[in-house]
């Protein structure tokens, strides 16, 4: 059984065992269901389960001595399978859910036809899906993970207290996402300060130059969402805005990047007369990139802004620690 909390957890070491427990329990909860392929959400929380404890792996790296197949390059691997089966999921029910019934009934018949084909592509996903979850790799990555929870094994930076560390662990993502490109996209760079508007028209074409700059910011905020959630319960206030700010921002960037994914598919369905053949479709996905424009400029300003950079350095810098206090936090499923 996995350990849900121990009041004695003060070293590096203790805060790493506690989540890779946590997270690699969850995966071996969920396996059972996503070979049972009845209900979308056990394949949602097999995913997060390996997002998280990759997250943790990365994390916690200085601290840790991992066997091969419990790597973090490893876990990543698997999660990507499993998240090819995870984004056609995404895909259809979006289009089922959000998408069909606002439809007119012409583009509603069409939606059909790429319903067929999603539901052949998913056929083909979940069925390497199945063969990773019964291969020897996904033996090998449990055996390995049960086996180093049975017997950690650390690198002497795990015997540190985490007070000492903690900054240090979690400094080096928060400047990734800090420094990356995408905060950039529409700025000029004479004047960083001042975001301007923009017009529809300006919007679509930054979008289609930088939409992946964008994508990729969103990556790296959720890196820094998992990352920053480890440690939620040693801050306090000032760094749960941050955080929820980070997760906005991931929220966003994410629902750009969903309509121009569900209108990329589309395009290979109707690669020649998308738009004549579904208009309203594709209407309402600008209309939701535009929207989503306006609420990301906010951020995009906020985390530009010289004190806000600052001040997230310093709230990382001063974790508060509360004796006989702390306790592991229950993060959000997704």
Known sequence: MTNKFNPRAKTVADWAYIGIDKHFHKVLKHEAGVL??????????IRVGMRRLRSTLTGFAPALTMPKSAD?????????????????DVLKSAFVGHYQPILPPKEQDLLKKVLQVLEHRREKAFAKVEKLLKSDKFLNFKADFAS???????????????ATVLPDLLLPQASRFLLHEGWLVGVNLEDYKRLREFSSQEIDD??????????????????SRYNMELFTQFYGDKYQEYLEDIKNLQGILGEMQDCCVLSDFLSQIFPNCLAKEMPTLLEIFQNIRHQKWQEWQPLQKKFLDADTRKSLHQTILQPIFRPNSVKLETNPES
């Open 206 to 223: 930054l979008l289609e130059k930088e939409g992946l700059l964008l994508h990729d910011l969103r990556k790296e905020a959720k890196r």
């Open 36 to 45: 049972l392929d009845q209900d979308t959400e056990e394949l949602h929380q």
């Open 72 to 88: 973090q390059k490893r876990v990543g691997n698997l999660g990507r399978i499993l998240g090819e089966l995870r984004d056609l």
């Open 148 to 162: 180093w929870l049975d017997n950690p094994t650390y690198q002497p930076m795990g015997k540190l207290d985490i």
